[in-house]
């Protein structure tokens, strides 16, 4: 873990976080305006996008998916703080991976962050002894600012798990005619550009025949999913096949491993990641002699897409204008609400070492500007040819969603971004 750039005299010995009380470390890098949205349980609200779109899954599941049930828990019952044991070590990430990093992810200390990920609760979900299941949270990763991305947001999970004897390959075979029947594929066009290769391969213990099923399974239930999702929720014409593009990809936790794209206004989005559980994470979860797929969507991004909802805070606004379009419990098209004026600020700074990490720029102009912040881009980095000091300016663009901003108002705040800047990050304010 690389240190964080606090001070440590500017850090309290504990922070409360849902009613309890942990210590902090110099590892501790999770923000007020972060700890603000944990009560939140958007994933729960009925009227909300996020809850109607989990409940559309859910459903669709326990239709189509499959002979047998998803079980689907409530995230109430799983804290979103985990060890870094569930979000990454049981699920055998290697030491070094950039996801561990305070740069990426949120730590109350070093022994406790908030998920990454809802695969941090697969091996819990596994050992609960369901073969199937959904699970559906809000997860944290630190990121950049714009209309597309928030430090926190909704992934679902879904698995399903068959044992490898005569029994459970005759249901694995059932779940492929059942699933295969469910799935109209003439309104489908599938790109398959996934092959088994050294660099996605079987895992050794698996038996290829086998698995080659349960990918199969996997592929027909996903596809069956966007279907239904982008094709009769979405009200696309019939008229026009729906594309989706299979194309390999890297999990610690899965091997092979895949990414889905959809083919949407013009443009290949990547929705979900998913492939073959691996045995360990299995074994962790006490589950024997079975095998199976996993999947993780990201919520918001079908949403917008569904809803044509053009900026992802607005999942988290309190405004009627929002709220009372999904009331009736459908993804309708969203309807916008006027625009209200932006206005840009610079924030320019001589750093006071080789660098800063960009992340802790906007976790800072989070904490001064919540929700009023639209996005904030880097426009200048150059180092003065005489003492070799670097320069940095970010544009920060402010603009609320339900109101008009006063020049006060957002000075007000920009004087904050300029002092917070200094004394978290040691920049000097140009
Ligand atoms: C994962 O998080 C894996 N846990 C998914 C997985 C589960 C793979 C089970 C295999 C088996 P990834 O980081 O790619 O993978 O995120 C999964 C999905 O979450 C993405 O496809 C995207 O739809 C959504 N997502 C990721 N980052 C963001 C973001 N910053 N904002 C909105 N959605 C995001
Ligand atoms: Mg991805």
């Given at each position: 873990l690389r240190r964080s750039l606090?001070?440590?005299?500017?850090?309290?010995?504990s922070i409360e976080i849902l009613g309890g009380t942990y210590p902090t470390d110099e590892t501790t890098n999770i923000t007020p305006s972060i700890i603000s949205?944990?009560?939140?349980?958007?994933?729960?609200?009925?009227?909300h996008p996020i809850h109607i779109l989990k409940s559309l899954i859910e459903s669709h599941f326990n239709q189509h998916g499959a002979p047998s049930t998803f079980h689907c828990p409530s995230?109430?019952?799983?804290?979103p703080l985990v060890t870094p044991k569930q979000n990454f070590d049981d699920l055998s990430f290697p030491s070094d991976h950039p996801g561990r990093s305070l740069q990426d992810s949120y730590y109350v200390n070093r022994d406790l962050l908030l998920r990454t990920h809802t695969s941090a609760h697969e091996v819990e979900l596994f050992a609960s002894g369901h073969n199937s299941w959904l699970f559906t949270s809000d997860v944290y990763r630190r990121d950049e600012i714009d209309a597309s991305h928030y430090p926190v947001f909704h992934q679902m999970e879904g698995a399903s798990v068959f044992s490898t004897n005569v029994t459970g390959m005759k249901d694995l075979v059932d779940n492929i005619e059942y699933t295969r029947y469910a799935t109209d594929q003439k309104d489908l066009e599938i790109e398959d550009l996934t092959v088994i290769n050294d660099e996605n391969p079987y895992q050794l213990d698996h038996d290829p025949e086998q698995v080659d099923l349960v990918i199969e399974s996997l592929k027909l239930s996903i596809n069956g999913l966007l279907l239904k999702l982008f094709r009769d929720a979405a009200g696309v014409s019939r008229a026009d096949p729906l594309r989706v593009r299979w194309i390999p990809a890297y999990f610690?936790?899965?091997?092979p491993s895949y990414e889905v794209e959809v083919f949407f206004n013009g443009k290949w989005l990547e929705i979900l990641g998913c492939g073959v559980v691996q045995d360990a994470t299995l074994q962790h979860a006490n589950v024997k002699n079975k095998l199976g797929w996993a999947f993780g969507l990201g919520l918001e991004r079908i949403a917008m897409i569904l809803?044509?909802?053009?900026?992802?805070r607005l999942f988290w606004s309190k405004d009627h204008r929002f709220l009372s379009q999904f009331s009736s419990g459908n993804l309708t098209k969203f309807q916008p609400y006027s625009k209200y004026p932006a206005c840009y600020k610079d924030l320019s700074f001589w750093l006071p070492g080789p660098t800063v990490e960009h992340n802790d720029v906007f976790d800072l102009v989070r904490d001064c500007a919540g929700d009023l912040v639209e996005n904030v881009e880097l426009i200048d980095d150059f180092i003065h040819p005489k003492n070799q000091k670097r320069s940095l300016c970010f544009r920060i663009n402010y603009r609320s969603m339900d109101r008009s901003l006063s020049n006060e108002e957002v000075n007000e705040i920009h004087t904050r971004v300029a002092s917070l800047s200094k004394d978290r990050l040691g920049v000097e304010i140009r």
């Open positions: 606090a001070a440590p005299t500017s850090r309290p010995p949205k944990l009560p939140e349980r958007l994933y729960s609200r009925p009227g995230a109430d019952s799983f804290s610690p936790f899965t091997t809803t044509s909802i053009p900026d992802i």
